[in-house]
């Protein structure tokens, strides 16, 4: 898989770009910033990205601090509402969802303090 230039993603054979989307609170755990294009490299014998694998990435190289509000164990804390597509992921698998290159995933924090 390669990634499109229109997405400003470097060319590799190994890596797939993906839209990431933060809001409700969440963007304030990567340094306030909503929208993100992420290139994620494969891991060895890997021919699709899950969202699994996509969440222990993001934990590792998107959330710049608290990564205990945005995941518990290896998902989303509950009040995390999780889209790919535009479509709830409950629906196409959770983290068992399959990704393509150039999927937007976008993560909405539910949950408002008073």
């Known amino acids: 898989m390669r990634c499109s230039e229109s997405v400003g993603c470097p060319w590799s054979d190994v890596a797939c770009?993906?839209?990431?989307?933060?809001?409700?609170?969440l963007e304030l755990l990567c340094d306030?910033?909503?929208?993100?294009?992420?290139?994620?490299d494969l891991e060895n014998g890997l021919e699709q990205l899950t969202m699994k694998d996509l969440l222990a990435w993001a934990r590792t190289n998107l959330i710049k601090e608290r990564p205990e509000m945005f995941m518990k164990g290896d998902t989303v804390r509950p009040g995390v509402l999780v889209l790919?597509?535009?479509?709830?992921?409950?629906?196409?698998?959770?983290?068992?969802?399959?990704?393509?290159?150039?999927?937007?995933?976008?993560?909405?924090?539910?949950?408002?303090?008073?």
């Open 32 to 40: 306030s910033v909503k929208m993100h294009n992420v290139n994620v």
């Open 17 to 25: 770009c993906y839209w990431i989307y933060c809001s409700g609170g």
């Open 84 to 114: 790919v597509n535009d479509c709830d992921w409950e629906l196409s698998g959770q983290l068992d969802t399959t990704l393509q290159e150039k999927d937007v995933v976008v993560f909405i924090s539910t949950l408002h303090g008073g």
